[in-house]
């Protein structure tokens, strides 16, 4: 079977090994003559699953004792709206823009209260990750974006805050080694790095959870999600399945250390083509702001990136034109994209230039 050179931005490549062992036991699952999406999410074999999840999580992100793992759906987008319900609870809540999703963030958060910017880098398409964070008195959180899909720009080290700090991690969970104590709430959507779409990922401190706006739909609130171990209703029961699957995948790989290794390995075979294509390819993201999840670009002009990206196809190459929004081209190089695939695109982007300049 041929399996695509696969860089699209999400919904995303998963692991070969995650995807054979999910056809494998499709229709038995752990020995009950049944799909894992035909069984009760309050039967022993999906408890044993849950806890398993929730607790590999916990061991590959090294969470602490005082947080919680819950599973939501809604996707990235029903978090922008959460997370502002939820915790907005003093005069305003503080704004990060480094791209389309931050923005997205703010603007469902003045749906319910105040929100304003406190840094920005709007100022050069987005380029960069702004060090400069200006929080006002009466705070409520800060809201980041760990990785900015779009533009291809991720924090390099996060910044200190005396406010609590809420941070989408939807395109870069599980990437690098992140220190969880830093966060007071982290979210990620499943389908970028994790698994299909369905379920968003939110790993929050409990006493966090506690300081909650209390006047909301229960379904809202993160407090049904703590308080019932995800299970107030019937929780994506695929989605968590596969995600379960992925950690272990993650975790026979050497965990998180060792999959950051790879991926730094493996975006740099393209940032280099870039760096050393004497202009030919023009790398959106300042150096020292650089993705290693979504590597963006721009030839010369728009048709040549078209066609780029149409002889790319020819070759195998799934998903390298940039967002909609943005044009250009993207390579996303999430976990589970080979390092096989990213030296193919190096090659082909080598011989593109080679016969195009
Ligand atoms: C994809 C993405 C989202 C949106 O996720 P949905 O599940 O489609 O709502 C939010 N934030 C970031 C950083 C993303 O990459």
């Known amino acids: 079977m041929k399996r695509a050179y696969n860089f699209n931005a999400g919904p995303s490549a998963l692991p070969l090994e995650v995807l054979q062992e999910a056809q494998a036991e499709f229709l038995n699952f752990a020995d009950t003559g049944m799909s894992i999406i035909e069984m009760s999410h309050r039967s022993k074999e999906y408890d044993a699953l849950h806890a398993e999840t929730k607790a590999l999580m916990k061991e590959l992100m090294e969470i602490p004792d005082d947080y919680e793992v819950m599973f939501i759906q809604g996707g990235g987008s029903l978090q922008f709206f959460m997370t502002a319900a939820n915790f907005n609870t003093k005069k305003h809540a503080a704004y990060v823009n480094t791209g389309v999703w931050s923005k997205k963030a703010m603007a ?11 840094a920005s880098s709007a100022d050069k398409n987005h380029s960069y990750i702004p060090q400069e ?17 779009i533009y291809g720009t991720e924090y390099q080290t996060f910044p200190e805050f005396d406010v609590p700090v809420i941070c989408d991690m939807s395109s870069d969970i599980l ?23 369905g379920v968003v990922v939110v790993i929050a401190k409990k006493a966090f959870i506690e300081t909650a706006n209390t006047n909301l739909p229960t379904m809202l609130k993160y407090k049904t999600f703590l308080d019932n171990d995800s299970l107030y209703n019937t929780p994506p029961v695929f989605c968590i399945y596969m995600i379960n699957k992925t950690l272990k995948w993650i975790k026979a790989q050497g965990g998180v250390e060792a999959i950051a290794k790879n991926n730094q390995a493996k975006a740099k075979l393209i940032y280099d083509v870039i760096d050393n294509s004497n202009g030919f390819y023009k790398g959106h ?15 010369a002009t728009p048709e040549m990136e078209k066609d780029f990206v149409a002889k790319g196809k020819a070759a195998g190459f799934v998903g390298i034109g940039g967002h909609r929004l943005v044009g250009g081209c993207r390579a996303s190089t ?10 193919a695109l190096a090659e082909f982007m080598k011989e593109y230039q080679k016969a195009n300049q």
Do not use: W
């Open 133 to 149: 964070i200006n929080i006002l008195p009466e705070t409520s959180f800060v809201h980041l974006t760990s990785n900015n899909t």
């Open 285 to 299: 993201a300042e150096p020292g702001s650089r993705s290693l999840m979504n590597i963006t670009f721009n030839l």
């Open 334 to 343: 999430y976990n589970a994209v080979p390092m096989e695939a990213c030296a």
């Open 108 to 118: 469902e958060a003045k749906v319910y209260g105040e929100a304003y910017e406190a």
């Open 175 to 197: 990437s690098r080694k992140v220190d969880v104590s830093k966060f007071d709430l982290i979210y990620a959507g499943a389908q970028k790095n994790l698994a299909p779409a």
